[in-house]
């Protein structure tokens, strides 16, 4: 499989992330930021170990449930705690820190040489983000705030632990794994800290949001994720996040009649040249 179909299937994992924004708002109880975090990683991660059928071995228990933590445990549940305490710009915004912590990461946990088009392509897409999702009535939240950052910080660090530490396994029982350990980290704090979940209340709309999230925004696309930091590198697959904001606009203005203005269309297309430029730059790298 060439390095374009590899890019292209790795792009899908943002490009679908982009709606956890407005199914998270739109579909999903209200308040319960870690329970919903475990319903989109524990089941999923349960029916890919049914499907794969393997178990990590006891030497790999600790790496995987660190990946989990970063991958899952943390970030998703600092996403949750954004999404419902910030507006979906200034979340987006915030979390457009991660390529350049994954830069800065990748050089010293992996040896990856950053060129500067690396860097200048990572700070375009932070720039792309804030015009693209920024308003001029945004407001702060400071729980937010540290959530998006930490959430950031979170995948950022998983994504290059995830090259680092490579099991002799495919993409996808490694997903499972990282999947179900995150969802498992994720259960007794969810318990203890809302217990008050509606599990008995939950309605079809609730139910379809749950399944999105835990099917396509998880078990699928988080696959591909895997798969394409394993094949490219992690410096070239975290530029490909940018996507998520891309698609979160798009979808605000398909399903809730958002308008896209000028600044917002410059943005996206500093974003689309950022990942260009930034994918292009870690050619011939090995990760």
Known sequence: ??????TWLAA???????STYIVTTLMLPDGYPL????????????????LVRQLPPVEWLGKVMILGAL??????????????????GVAATLGAVQPLVVLALSSLLLGVVTGWRSVVAA???LVGVGLL?????????LIGVGAALGGALSMAAGVVLTRKWQPPVPPLVFTAWQLTAGGLLLLPLSLMIEPGFPFADL??????????????????????WFRGIARLGPTSVTMLGFLSPVTAVFLGWAILGQSLS???????????????LGTKSQRGIKP
Do not use: C, E, H
Request: without cysteine.
């Open 1 to 6: 499989m060439t390095r374009t179909t590899d």
């Open 133 to 141: 999702v920024l308003g001029p009535k945004a407001s702060l939240d």
């Open 35 to 50: 329970t919903i975090a475990m319903l989109r990683a524990l089941p999923a991660g349960l029916i890919l170990l049914v």
């Open 262 to 276: 000028l600044i917002q269309s410059i943005g996206t297309i500093i974003i689309l040249a950022s990942i260009r």
């Open 123 to 125: 700070l375009a897409g």
């Open 12 to 18: 899908t994992a943002p490009a679908i992330w982009g």
């Open 203 to 224: 309605t079809r709309q609730n139910l379809l949001g749950l399944i999105w999230l835990g099917l396509f925004g998880a078990a699928l696309t988080y696959f591909f």
């Open 71 to 88: 991958n899952f445990t943390i970030f998703w549940a600092l996403l949750f705690v954004a999404a419902y305490r910030l507006p979906g």
